[in-house]
């Protein structure tokens, strides 16, 4: 009988806590997500949703150590979720065709494409960003004169002394690092 008792008030402590987590997070977490998600009823249901995801960890005993963060984790990719659902994704920009000079403008979602498209955007560029951030001074600053700025190889040469060849390779060295890099955010914005 007293495990029993044990066990029952031991339940009684964590919906406590829970109920805890749940009032000290719930407007920040509720501020954090309508940020993201034009549609108050969607914000709802990720609030609810992060939530149910907390009882249901607690309940099959998984530890949580930090619950703020582990809420605004779950958070976020709910939200990534709920994207993924409305099909936002960079397959639906027009593809490139061989000899285009596409921008990286081109290459993201448009401005003029509602709430979402401005979500998947902001969250590609900041991954892009994180991305170039990780690369040694010189791919970076190489490819984002090739690349962004649009200036040539030759270009670059005169004005750095490096060859074109020592550019060339720098360059794909920084295009394998950011394709690797950025491939898990495609995933999440590409699958159905």
Avoid: C
Avoid at 105 to 125: F, I, T
């Amino acid at each position: 009988m007293d495990a029993k008792l044990d066990a029952n008030w031991a339940m009684t402590e964590q919906d406590r806590s829970l109920s805890d987590a749940f009032k000290q997070e719930r407007s920040r977490l509720r501020s954090f997500i309508r940020r993201r998600v034009p549609d108050a009823a969607d914000a709802d249901d990720i609030l609810q949703d992060v939530f149910h995801e907390l009882i249901e960890s607690a309940r099959l005993v998984r530890p949580i150590e930090q619950v703020g963060a582990w809420l605004f984790r779950v958070a976020r990719n709910r939200i990534t979720d709920l994207f993924r659902r409305q099909k936002v994704r960079a397959a639906d920009m027009p593809p490139a065709q061989p000899g285009d000079d596409m921008t990286l403008d081109d290459l993201l979602p448009s401005l003029d494409g509602g709430p979402e498209a401005a979500y998947a955007r902001r969250v590609l560029l900041d991954e892009l960003d994180e991305a170039l951030d990780e690369l040694p001074d010189e791919q970076r600053s190489g490819f984002i004169a090739h690349e962004l700025d649009g200036v040539s190889f030759k270009t670059l040469s005169e004005q750095t002394g490096v060859s074109v060849n020592t550019l060339l390779s720098r360059k794909r060295y920084a295009v394998l690092h950011l394709r690797r890099r950025l491939q898990s955010i495609h995933d999440d914005f590409s699958e159905p």
